[in-house]
């Protein structure tokens, strides 16, 4: 039994029948290498049902929460039932790309049952015309709740479900799990009001440590003349979201996004994706007429693992906000100013201290946290108001070894991530196998068309590729630079020693400033 953060219960707070808040990865498998038969259902679920033990997120579901007072317990589900978890479906004929988007995106926007442990798996089959992909391929689909997990951990709960090896199931292992009953009464509604009496003593601590961050990053940008932000700007996609969902991802090599990165001095991989989703959006608003004169931001998730040495459960992020330069044409000019922002922006987040979000969830009751952010961004998405960012860009690295799933290979990785009210656009970055996805998310009302957009993305990208190559053949071509000539001590340091000369009985020189008075003396003669 373990009790849920503050911030953890702040994605449940924020669930609604429009705006679900789970994470969708995507994996999408090569079965060419099974000599026998295609991957069987059965295959799956006994390779998910070996591989329970890896992740306590499996198996538990929530219990308690005092009616918003308190946060609520993981508790293991007495009643687990596996095959409820992971379902079977297909691709009608002829299974192409846009049957799969348009099946992944119905999938998203349901919900899950809060009664259960909060994840779903689908394995769809019947990809079969899918450009790009081996024949017959098949994915998998995760939902899992944003309170059990962010961005990283969950990266590694994919890791949990495969091997490295192509062996049809996992072996099996001495499994010691049972279920556990919901806390009492007594236990929930006692710890509740210990947490009531003790918030204010916690507000004051959190707001002693927040003002002085405040302080120090505002210093630091003064000090270093940083330059002003740009002004707040509004878009398309910070109004209120539906239920519907639309989805579609550009897939691209890791090998060119670090090309693309050595092009410009101290950029990122991330700092490329921005640039790509910046000139994107730029030429998606463009097309409607909507391009706003200065640039749109996006906000960025930080990982805090590292800093907290924490395990790989629960949300443990911060974030950072960064200019798209969706005002700047030229593709390595914008790759440029996304790197400066980037690297302002992660500075002001470390000055200020990159547990801001975590404590800030902390001072209030989770129920009043929850009003209250639902609140402002309906109001937020219902104002003309500019927006602080206009999109979300998460960037979760992905295993970089090759991984399979009973027998077969993993392909490519995918994902989806929540919407909220006036956050309407949502970017999965996943890298893995060699390849680098931009999976975008949106509703239909906002983003009507999702292959346009995708195709944006798509040209946006080449022109970056395009310029950077461009640069790379300027720079080869450019003659080499003459050695540097040595200086006047280093020839002297080179140069052999003279041989001295002989001495001769050579005539002293007269004083040249006695000569002068010499002169006068025998005119005076």
């Known amino acids: 039994?373990?009790?849920?953060?503050?911030?953890?219960?702040?994605?449940?707070?924020?669930?609604?029948?429009?705006?679900?808040?789970?994470?969708?990865?995507?994996?999408?498998?090569?079965q060419s290498a099974r000599r026998d038969h295609p991957v069987r259902f059965d295959e799956i679920l006994t390779t998910f049902e070996r591989n329970l033990h890896k992740s306590a997120i499996f198996r538990r579901k929530l219990a308690g929460g005092a009616f918003g007072l308190d946060t609520p317990y993981w508790v293991e589900d007495p009643d687990f039932d596996l095959e409820f978890h992971v379902r079977q479906i297909a691709l009608p004929q002829p299974g192409d790309w846009r049957q799969l988007c348009v099946q992944l995106a119905r999938l998203h926007a349901r919900g899950l049952d809060m009664r259960r442990p909060l994840w779903e798996a689908y394995v769809i089959e019947g990809l079969n015309?899918?450009?790009?992909?081996?024949?017959?391929?098949?994915?998998?689909?995760?939902?899992?709740?944003?309170?059990?997990?962010?961005?990283?951990?969950?990266?590694?709960?994919?890791?949990?479900?495969?091997?490295?090896?192509?062996?049809?199931?996992?072996?099996?292992?001495?499994?010691?799990?049972?279920?556990?009953?919901?806390?009492s009464d007594w236990k929930i509604w006692s710890e509740a009001s210990v947490k009531v009496l003790k918030r204010p003593a916690t507000f004051i601590d959190k707001v002693q440590h927040l003002v002085p961050g405040v302080i120090r990053a505002t210093r630091q940008r003064a000090v270093h003349k940083a330059p002003p932000l740009p002004p707040l700007v509004r878009c398309r996609f910070n109004g209120p979201v539906s239920s519907t969902r639309v989805t579609d991802a550009l897939i691209m090599q890791l090998d060119e996004i670090k090309a693309i990165r050595r092009?410009?001095?101290?950029?990122?991989?991330?700092?490329?994706?921005?640039?790509?989703?910046?000139?994107?959006?730029?030429?998606?608003?463009?097309?409607?007429?909507?391009?706003p004169a200065t640039t749109l931001s996006c906000?960025?998730?930080?990982?805090?693992?590292?800093?907290?040495?924490?395990?790989?459960?629960?949300?443990?992020?911060?974030?950072?906000?960064?200019?798209?330069?969706?005002?700047?044409?030229?593709?390595?000019?914008?790759?440029?100013?996304?790197?400066?922002?980037?690297?302002?922006?992660?500075?002001f987040a470390e000055a200020l201290g990159t547990s801001v979000i975590m404590d800030v969830s902390e001072i209030m009751a989770p129920q009043a946290l929850g009003w209250g952010m639902r609140a402002a961004s309906l109001a937020a998405a219902n104002s003309t108001m500019?927006?602080?960012?206009?999109?979300?860009?998460?960037?979760?690295?992905?295993?970089?070894?090759?991984?399979y799933l009973s027998g077969a290979r993993l392909d490519l990785m995918m994902g989806m991530g929540p919407l909220l009210h006036s956050m309407g656009l949502f970017h999965a970055v996943?890298?893995?196998?060699?390849?680098?996805?931009?999976?975008?998310?949106?509703?239909?009302?906002?983003l009507p068309d999702p292959a346009f957009y995708q195709q944006c993305l798509r040209e946006a990208f080449e022109e970056l590729r395009e310029a950077a190559a461009r640069q790379a053949r300027r720079e080869s071509k450019q003659p080499a630079k003459p050695k540097a000539r040595p200086s006047a001590k280093a020839r002297a340091k080179a140069k052999p020693a003279a041989k001295p000369k002989a001495k001769s009985k050579a005539r002293p020189a007269a004083n040249p400033k006695a000569t002068p008075k010499a002169k006068r003396g025998a005119r005076r003669k």
């Open 1 to 30: 039994m373990q009790k849920l953060s503050e911030m953890d219960s702040s994605f449940l707070q924020q669930e609604t029948a429009r705006t679900p808040m789970h994470i969708s990865p995507v994996l999408i498998y090569d």
């Open 129 to 183: 015309k899918v450009e790009g992909l081996p024949e017959h391929s098949f994915a998998i689909m995760l939902k899992v709740h944003h309170s059990a997990i962010d961005g990283i951990s969950g990266a590694e709960i994919v890791t949990a479900i495969h091997s490295l090896t192509d062996e049809i199931v996992p072996p099996t292992v001495e499994d010691s799990w049972h279920g556990e009953a919901a806390p």
């Open 263 to 291: 092009s410009v001095e101290g950029a990122t991989v991330n700092d490329v994706i921005v640039a790509i989703v910046g000139g994107g959006l730029r030429k998606y608003l463009q097309s409607k007429d909507e391009l």
């Open 299 to 347: 906000t960025a998730p930080i990982n805090m693992r590292s800093e907290r040495n924490s395990a790989s459960s629960g949300n443990q992020v911060s974030n950072m906000t960064i200019s798209m330069a969706t005002d700047i044409a030229a593709p390595l000019e914008r790759l440029r100013e996304v790197n400066r922002s980037a690297t302002e922006s992660k500075a």
């Open 386 to 403: 500019p927006m602080p960012f206009n999109a979300v860009i998460s960037n979760i690295p992905g295993p970089q070894v090759t991984l």
């Open 430 to 446: 996943f890298s893995g196998a060699g390849r680098i996805t931009i999976n975008f998310l949106s509703c239909r009302e906002m």
